[in-house]
């Protein structure tokens, strides 16, 4: 079965800091992995994800992701935070099954970004 | 990208009383759609999977009479919260995989608040 855990229900970073948010899976076949954003009392926006190929992958507002297979792990980071990224995020995995196989979501993590 | 919709985006009802909630894809077409369930500050909860034509799959824990799906056409699933309590209150979410390039995207429409007085 998969699973999905975020180490830490809440970060906060300084504005212009380092984002890191942290995803570790557990898929019992190579997995699609996800990460979501989620604004108060708003739907989920995808920032990135991994399918195949490339294990480093970029997404919107200068999110990028690593899928390393050696560590189940898939952590979100962003070199400079800015204060619109403070929200929810969510890693999520699905299994490459079809292509309507339903999606795990993780715990979230909130992040709060410091002026 | 691809576009889901809700309605309605609050409801509130008071207990007993059933509510139905909307979820459509706006420009595809979506044979299967999925809702969840999302209490505050919580993640989402998968409760059940769309089929178009066909029953819906439950996850484990969540009752089916209590959450009437019903998947009529390519574009739109309901769900039907039946005699509605305080407990049921939560944002719902559905959402619909393109099912392009093989990357199993999903789109989410931008949930429904439901409050059970």
């Known amino acids: 079965a998969q699973s999905v855990t975020q180490l830490g229900s809440h970060v906060s970073v300084s504005e212009g800091a380092l984002v890191l948010l942290r995803c570790n899976y557990s898929s019992s076949v190579p997995p699609y992995l996800f990460w979501y954003v989620q604004y108060p009392n708003q739907g989920l926006q995808l920032l990135l994800k991994?399918?195949?190929?490339?294990?480093l992958v970029k997404g919107i507002n200068g999110f990028e992701a690593e899928f390393k297979k050696s560590e189940t792990s898939f952590h979100l980071t962003k070199p400079s935070a800015h204060m619109s990224d403070a929200a929810e995020y969510f890693c999520?995995?699905?299994?490459?099954?079809?292509?309507?196989?339903?999606?795990?979501f993780g715990p979230g993590t909130s992040l709060s970004v410091i002026p | 990208g691809a576009v889901v919709s809700q309605h309605p985006s609050r409801v509130i009802c008071k207990s007993g009383t059933s509510v139905k909630i909307e979820c459509r894809s706006l420009d595809f077409q979506a044979t299967t759609m999925f809702w969840y369930r999302q209490f505050p500050k919580k993640s989402l909860m998968l409760m059940a999977t769309?089929?178009?034509?066909?029953?819906?799959?439950?996850e484990q824990g969540v009752e089916k009479d209590k959450f009437l799906i019903n998947h009529a056409s390519l574009t739109l699933s309901t769900l039907t919260v039946t005699s509605a309590h305080p407990e049921d209150s939560s944002f719902y979410i559905c959402?619909?995989?393109?099912?392009?390039?093989?990357?199993?995207?999903?789109?989410f429409g931008p949930g429904t608040r439901l409050t059970v007085l």
């Open positions: 991994y399918t195949t190929g490339a294990t």
């Open positions: 959402s619909a995989p393109t099912g392009t390039s093989g990357s199993n995207e999903q789109f």
């Open positions: 999520a995995v699905s299994e490459k099954k079809t292509s309507y196989d339903k999606v795990i």
């Open positions: 769309s089929n178009e034509g066909s029953k819906a799959t439950y």
